[in-house]
């Protein structure tokens, strides 16, 4: 019959209080120290620098000294909520203001001077052919009294191009007398160039070599005296869309980086007066998108041939250009480009139409919107009569003509800087992303005393919370290892025959028992994963 001998083994107390980090270690031999868990909140309240969380978050009872501090911070956060809302939203509109001020300097570039003279085509240049070509423009009838023969009507084609330069208001012949800064100047200062006015003339419109100025008042400009030549004036039969009622030339005063636009842009000179025009040079500077509406040149951008820098008279008369061009297939002779240039029977039927169309829908046809960097001139206009009886004498008698005709011809156009110095108008942020930033930090610092290094706090407490959660739930997620039998062990008679009790031991499995242990403590040693034999009993 076999014999069964029951051994009971018992542990040291010490085993016990280490049970929970040793069934820890027995789990997995390979497996990472544990780490450290994350702090509850009261820990986290107690330690962080946001004002007031840590008189609310604290272990115990919810006290009523407790919800007077959560009242009181929470109505912080509101109000802090509040304004930074405001402030965001101010920001967001992307508000400006203007800044003006005012720079003197030593020399200043004098300003492009363009004039026109308000009647189109000489009379006594006209030929009758011109006549002929042009009698729905200027409706003007045949020089000869018995009208236009058989022969007449077998005229070339008009060139519109040849009959504006050819019959224009030449220079020569009106200009008496020119002075700049004291030295004299002449028509050859001047350069043609084309408006709606037909042939007009822009001194020192080089932008390569412009002319500079080096005092201001009068004196130190432009002066020129004109003959407009009244009796070259076409004759007014019936009204047409050239009928002019006026007498004297237009003027613009303008950058060189912009071409003219004088009948928009230009303002009258009357003849028999000497007008003074006092000029202030401003420069201005607005802001791109989304805090204004301006346009910056692009490097390499031609606009209109000769003009490298984008301004609105330059993208008006592309604009202009374009849309006669798509609707007569012809250009006017003030536009440019390569077009071929619109017959006088084009003129009247289609492109001034046009034109008068393109001008009048131009902000809903042609979007022009303000350069980022703009030279404008303000002015200040006064007048004087001239000539007196004495002059008028001298001037008839040097230009070889009568009294009358000085007093309804002759003019003076004077023209200066009123001081050597510019107005500097820009257009700045008025709240930009520092004023936001600054705004946000001071309201935190008020209402709850935060701080951007207080937000890196709660970033960080909130990592650890997940970082633990998500330890927990990997650990549970493991299958669990074979855990040593108990602490009794059966044995056999047969297994124990002709064997040392510590042979017996050694045959167990590896981390029920070490074969180290002896019976009745002859060697006694701590095994940090088994624990300390106290007895050993069969």
């Not at 080089?206 to 002319?211: A, E, K, M, Q």
């Not at 019976?519 to 940090?528: A, E, K």
Request: glycine share 6%; with cysteine; proline share 5%.
């Amino acid at each position: 019959m076999p014999i069964e001998i029951v051994c009971k083994i018992k542990f040291a107390e010490e085993d016990e209080k280490q049970k929970e980090k040793e069934e820890g270690d027995k789990e997995s031999l390979i497996e990472e120290p544990a780490r450290p868990r994350s702090r509850d909140l009261a820990a986290f309240a107690s330690a962080s620098t946001l004002h007031g969380l840590g008189h609310i978050c604290r272990s115990g009872r919810l006290g009523v000294r407790q919800t007077l501090w959560a009242l009181a911070f929470l109505a912080s956060l509101a109000f802090f909520l509040y304004q930074a809302a405001k402030s965001a939203l101010l920001y967001l509109e992307h508000p400006h203001v203007m800044a003006l001020d005012e720079e003197a300097i030593r020399e200043m570039v004098f300003p492009a001077i363009t004039i026109c003279n308000i009647n189109r085509y000489r009379h006594s240049a006209l030929t009758d052919a011109d006549i002929f070509h042009l009698a729905n423009m200027t409706g003007l009838p045949p020089k000869d009294r018995d009208g236009h023969k058989a022969t007449d009507l077998l005229y070339p084609d008009p060139d519109m191009a040849d009959i504006v330069n050819r019959t224009g208001h030449q220079l020569d012949d009106m200009l008496k007398s020119c002075n700049f800064s004291g030295e004299n100047c002449s028509s050859r200062d001047f350069t043609v160039v084309y408006t709606r006015y037909g042939k007009c003339y822009t001194f020192n419109g080089d932008r390569r070599n412009p002319r500079v100025t080096r005092q201001g008042g009068m004196g130190n400009g432009l002066e020129i005296m004109l003959d407009i030549q009244q009796e070259e004036y076409l004759p007014i039969w019936r009204e047409t869309n050239e009928t002019s009622f006026e007498a004297g030339i237009r003027v613009q005063i303008h950058s060189q980086d912009e071409p003219p636009y004088i009948h928009q842009l230009g303002f009258g000179v009357s003849p028999g007066f000497q007008t003074f025009v006092s000029c202030q040079e401003q420069r201005l500077t607005y802001l791109p998108q989304p805090w204004g509406n301006c346009r910056a040149s692009v490097q390499g951008e031609q606009m209109l041939p000769g003009y490298d820098t984008y301004s609105i008279a330059a993208c008006r008369l592309q604009c202009e250009k374009e849309a006669v061009v798509r609707s007569c297939h012809c250009r006017m002779v003030h536009m440019p480009g390569n077009e071929s240039i619109c017959s006088p029977n084009v003129y009247i039927e289609c492109a001034d139409h046009t034109l008068d169309a393109a001008v009048e829908d131009s902000q809903e046809r042609c979007s022009c919107p303000t350069p980022c960097n703009l030279t404008r001139y303000g002015k200040e206009i006064s007048m004087v009569r001239i000539p007196n009886k004495g002059s008028a004498r001298y001037l008839a008698r040097k230009y070889n003509k009568n009294e009358t005709y000085i007093r309804e011809n002759f003019l003076v156009l004077d023209i200066f800087f009123e001081a050597l110095n510019y107005e500097a108008i820009e257009q700045k942020k008025a709240y930009d992303l520092a004023g936001l930033l600054g705004d946000i930090g001071g309201q935190m610092g008020l209402f709850i005393g935060a701080s951007i290094l207080t937000i890196l706090e709660i970033l960080d407490y909130i990592y650890e919370v997940i970082r633990d959660r998500v330890s927990r739930v990997l650990r549970r997620s493991k299958p669990p290892l074979k855990k040593p039998s108990g602490s009794i062990a059966t044995l056999g008679l047969e297994e124990l025959k002709d064997q040392s009790p510590c042979e017996t031991l050694g045959r167990h499995v590896e981390g029920a028992y070490n074969a180290g242990i002896l019976p009745n403590h002859h060697h006694r040693h701590h095994y940090p994963h088994q624990g300390v034999f106290e007895d050993f009993a069969c």
